[in-house]
């Protein structure tokens, strides 16, 4: 019999990008470069695992951003545009590297990846990727989670549970008409917990919410298991909390497995190697240069001068660490069994993007523990979450702490000097939501949709996104012209609402081009 459970839980979330008033948009790379690092990956290895019936559990929560673009025509068709021009520019590079048989080896190795990524997306997938993640769903092997709706940083709406409701009923409506039930468990946007949040989770009859290590540590009462076991709120749902060990062994800069010398290079692209009129028509137009995803060199060191890459050693280094860490967590599994007295369970949360894309064999690193763990070894099974809490008849009641993952722990990244601007906005856009929804509880027609849009815009304005970019000086500019696109487009509704002018054409096109949420109901924000 196994002695606990080991819990992987892969959070894949992107913000709503979509600009159908511009031909091309850098910012909808995003999407691009994650469907064909991470997402199409990810599937082909759980469609590998369910055809040879390999007995495994994985959870995976999908936010309703990310969904919305994955169900979008116009981004579907880009995509595989995109996506044909990386294979054209593979067979140049074939021909480009053909006297250098290194280089013109991984040049076929990103040819035969575009072909398969090609034949999974539009042929087996149709250009529609979740009806992959309807049939993982289906298949009792891997347990969908949601997210808050547009990723919103829900401690800082404790003011405004309003704010935080809405934020979580149209993750679940979402879910609802994408799966066709209801979800059991959801990702906290960068697991950000406040005490009480868990009655609204309760409200929309969520089971299990994840937090990062300190929120069960620093419990009242204090957790009789640590963050080997979940505990229940007093509302009734379950909060998992996440293990530093193995979240350390992929995180870490200087211990993580990604950071091996072996491993691909990820800031080594062709985009900015190679001539830029060689290279232009395969990159977004107008914007200078960019990653294509074809990268020839290896990590090497901490040195400029890179070597090339060798897929093979690559795949034997993905292996060991496979095997170290299967290892290090029988080890610990053990100590904890005789520890506790029950069977222990591992939370393993990641950012889903980190697998392929940041850490270009993070796919098969993540396979092979699955088959490692299902074939070499007997201390500890691959569970959901939702399982485990199937296995005791009680839990400890607890109230977990205010706390979120990032730097220090307790939001600030996001709530500081870069970013702070945007939440008297933010407040005043929720108080304006809320008028509107106690003064037209029973809106039809155009002010109906008038307010579901205003909804809309002030859900996108939220995003935790924004305020992460802001911080990290990444793509700032974009954040900050997105939040004061979504503040000036509400304001401007709220005065046509208001004043009983709304101007239809202008409205249309906002909601053509933010067109989420089919499900949204403004009546959330009723008091």
């Known amino acids: 019999m196994e002695k606990g459970y080991l819990a992987f839980i892969l959070h894949a979330h992107l913000p709503f990008v979509r600009h159908p008033e511009h031909d091309s948009f850098l910012e909808e790379s995003w999407l691009y470069e994650g469907i064909t690092e991470t997402y199409i990956p990810l599937i082909k290895m759980i469609d590998q695992l369910l055809d040879e019936k390999i007995d495994f559990a994985l959870t995976i929560s999908l936010s309703p951003t990310l969904i919305a673009m994955m169900e979008d025509e116009l981004l579907n068709n880009r995509y595989k545009k995109k996506l044909e021009g990386l294979l054209e520019l593979s067979y140049k590079e074939i021909e480009r590297t053909k006297h250098d048989p290194r280089l013109n080896n991984l040049a076929r190795m990103y040819n035969n990846i575009f072909k398969e990524s090609l034949y999974i997306y539009a042929d087996k997938y149709h250009c529609r990727l979740m009806e992959a993640f309807k049939k993982f769903d289906a298949s009792g092997k891997v347990e969908i989670m949601i997210c808050a709706g547009t990723h919103g940083f829900l401690p ?83 909060a998992f909390g996440r293990d530093i060990e193995s979240s350390k062994a992929v995180w870490s800069a200087i211990e993580g497995y990604p950071g091996d010398f072996c491993y691909r290079e990820f800031y080594r692209d062709i985009g900015y190697d190679l001539e830029y009129e060689y290279i232009r028509p395969y990159i977004n137009c107008g914007h200078g240069r960019m990653n294509t995803g074809i990268k020839y060199h290896k990590i090497t060191g901490r040195t400029d001068n890179k070597e090339l890459y060798d897929p093979y050693l690559a795949k034997e280094t993905a292996a060991s660490h496979a095997g170290n860490f299967m290892f290090n967590r029988e080890k610990q599994i053990e100590y904890l069994y005789e520890k506790l007295g029950r069977k222990p369970i591992i939370i393993a949360p990641y950012d889903a993007e980190l697998y392929g894309h940041w850490w270009f064999e993070g796919i098969d690193w993540l396979n092979f523990v699955i088959r490692k763990v299902n074939f070499d070894q007997k201390v500890f099974k691959l569970i959901t979450p939702m399982e485990y809490l199937k296995l005791y008849d009680k839990f400890q009641v607890i109230s977990p702490s205010f706390s979120s993952w990032g730097w220090k722990g307790y939001s600030e990244v996001w709530l500081e000097g870069s970013n702070d601007w945007i939440y008297p906005h933010l407040h005043m856009m929720i108080e304006r939501m809320t008028e509107l ?77 933010y067109n989420l949420f089919p499900e949204i109901d403004y009546r959330v924000y009723k008091a």
């Open 156 to 238: 800082n709406m404790e003011m405004y549970p309003q704010a935080a409701r809405a934020q979580v009923k149209i993750a679940v409506d979402t879910y609802k008409r994408v799966f066709g039930h209801s979800p059991k468990g959801m990702w906290l946007p960068e697991c950000g917990y406040y005490p009480g949040l868990d009655n609204i989770l309760k409200e929309f009859a969520l089971r299990f919410f994840i937090v990062d290590t300190h929120a069960i540590l620093f419990a009242e009462p204090r957790p009789r298991f640590g963050v080997y076991n979940p505990y229940y709120c007093k509302s009734g749902v379950a």
């Open 437 to 513: 929804a106690n003064q037209c509880p029973h809106a039809n027609g155009l002010l109906g949709e008038a307010l579901n849009h205003l909804a809309r815009e002030l859900l996108l304005a939220q995003s935790s996104d924004w305020p992460f970019m802001m911080k990290t000086n990444i793509f700032i500019e974009y954040a900050c012209q997105r939040v004061k696109d979504h503040i000036d487009c509400f304001n401007r509704l709220y005065e046509m609402v208001k004043n009983d002018s709304i101007d239809k054409n202008w409205l249309d096109r906002r909601r053509r081009q």
